[in-house]
């Protein structure tokens, strides 16, 4: 059974910071691309940021380019958004996925097996 669990989420004012934190059981995510996505109510859920297995390749929205780094420690299983200069427009839920290496970088969530139930974060201004 495999399980992505997020944390890290919150409510934080705008220009200020929160690192996400997704982490794996029951799937080894170095043998997987990962990605965050996020969903703000009444909107398409929408691809934020992704990195290959190794970790040596990333990817971002125009949106969040720049203010937004992911990472990844493969030895703990455990895969991290961290967001600087937070925008009231970034409130959504969050959620960490993986997909099988060949999709590394897709912003379609369907190339996505496995899902996080999410985390909220919300950005007053």
């Known amino acids: 059974q495999v399980q992505l669990v997020e944390s890290g989420g919150g409510l934080v004012q705008a220009g200020g910071s929160l690192r996400l934190s997704c982490a794996a059981s029951?799937?080894?995510?170095?043998?997987?691309?990962s990605a965050w996505f996020r969903q703000a109510p009444g909107k398409e859920r929408e691809f934020v940021a992704g990195i290959s297995w190794s970790g040596g390749l990333t990817y971002y929205a125009d949106s969040v380019k720049g203010r937004f780094t992911i990472s990844r420690d493969n030895a703990k299983n455990t895969v991290y958004l961290q967001m600087n200069n937070l925008r009231p427009e970034d409130t959504a839920v969050y959620s960490c996925?993986?997909?099988?290496?060949?999709?590394?970088?897709?912003?379609?969530?369907?190339?996505?097996?496995?899902w996080g139930q999410g985390t909220q974060v919300t950005v007053s201004s």
């Open positions: 996925a993986t997909a099988p290496p060949a999709y590394s970088g897709s912003a379609y969530p369907s190339r996505y097996d496995y």
């Open positions: 029951g799937r080894t995510v170095s043998m997987y691309t």
